[in-house]
């Protein structure tokens, strides 16, 4: 049997996947959690095989979780489940150890196909996605985008400076790289142009 993790906020999608994959015959759905600390709580108890994971959840991400297992060397892998058709989010998710990524409008087999081949160490990446990804990379440094999504939040360059421990000059200096790089207008078109493409 395949042990599965799910960690899903909505309770309508995290039964709605549970529900999917209990009706394979070889995969069993040991533990649900609704944000991502409980996940990686639940992780720690259950060791499953495999991590099914939205992106956005409360208390820690899908990918921060992902990150998380591959940094305590946990056996589980992790399958991103998301809305997110944005090849900034699947370029993360990989280099934050996920092994599969799937859209949640998916058919129910791709689900159940996905869960096995991740368990039997593949991967499970959408092609389409996997191209674009690859085609449109993430021009930002961790830096500059961590400035960026500061200032998306509406945060003035010297609470960002203050938060990330840097001169006001340096942090107006990664937000101008940042705007140009992104061909935006100002700070709040960069941090609306790199969410959209999963980069933030």
């Avoid at 069993?28 to 994971?53: I, S």
């Avoid at 087999?109 to 368990?119: F, I, K």
């Avoid at 509406?154 to 840097?166: E, M, N, R, V, Y």
Wanted: with cysteine.
């Amino acid at each position: 049997m395949i042990r599965v993790l799910l960690a899903e906020d909505q309770n309508l999608v995290l039964g709605a996947l549970a529900a999917l994959l209990e009706t394979e015959r070889d995969i069993e759905v040991v533990a649900r959690a609704r944000n991502g600390k409980e996940a990686l709580q639940l992780c720690l108890e259950h060791r499953p095989d495999v991590v099914l994971t939205d992106i956005e959840m409360p208390e820690m991400t899908g990918l921060e979780l992902a990150a998380a297992i591959r940094e305590r060397a946990l056996p589980s892998r992790v399958v991103i489940v998301t809305t997110f058709a944005r090849p900034g989010y699947l370029r993360r998710a990989l280099e934050a150890g996920a092994s599969g990524y799937l859209l949640k409008d998916s058919r129910a087999e791709d689900l159940a196909e996905a869960v096995r081949r991740v368990a039997a160490g593949g991967r499970s990446i959408d092609p389409d996605l996997a191209t674009e990804a690859w085609t449109q990379p993430d021009p930002l440094t961790a830096r500059e985008r961590q400035v960026v999504r500061l200032a998306g939040e509406g945060l003035p360059t010297a609470k960002i400076a203050d938060t990330l421990h840097l001169s006001e000059g340096t942090v107006r200096n990664y937000l101008s790289v940042a705007i140009q790089k992104l061909g935006a207008e100002n700070r709040i078109e960069a941090a609306r142009i790199a969410r959209e493409k999963g980069w933030l």
